[in-house]
């Protein structure tokens, strides 16, 4: 689905779009889904207790499981869940778009890490 709303024309993409609420809805679902997962390799590997949202990233990364140049970009994406979850109000519709031309591979990566690592 944000593929698909990835070809929305610039010009209707909009703070007052239905594609743009859509889009931070399932961006904040995605990065949710990211850590669920997380929060359960770190308690299975015995990784320690995040304190945080981003703590769950950085104990992936403490362990290898998330490489450093990716780190970033894992610690990024939490802080828009958290701006989608608390400041929804304050989310830029030319940032959600140009996250959903430029970076939705992200999501992708991480999948292909924990694939890699835990099922292959």
Do not use: C, W
């Not at 995605?30 to 299975?44: N, P, T």
């Amino acid at each position: 689905m944000l593929r698909e709303l990835s070809r929305t024309p610039r010009h209707d993409f909009t703070e007052r779009s239905t594609e743009f609420h859509a889009a931070v809805r399932l961006l904040q679902i995605s990065v949710e889904a990211m850590l669920d997962i997380g929060s359960h390799i770190v308690a299975k590997e015995g990784l320690g207790t995040p304190r945080s949202y981003v703590e769950v990233f950085d104990l992936l990364g403490q362990s290898g499981v998330i490489p450093p140049e990716f780190l970033g970009k894992v610690r990024a994406m939490v802080r828009f869940r958290n701006r989608a979850v608390h400041l929804y109000g304050e989310i830029d519709a030319g940032y959600v778009y140009a996250t959903l031309r430029d970076d939705l591979g992200d999501f992708e990566t991480f999948v292909r890490l924990i694939v890699t690592r835990y099922l292959v």
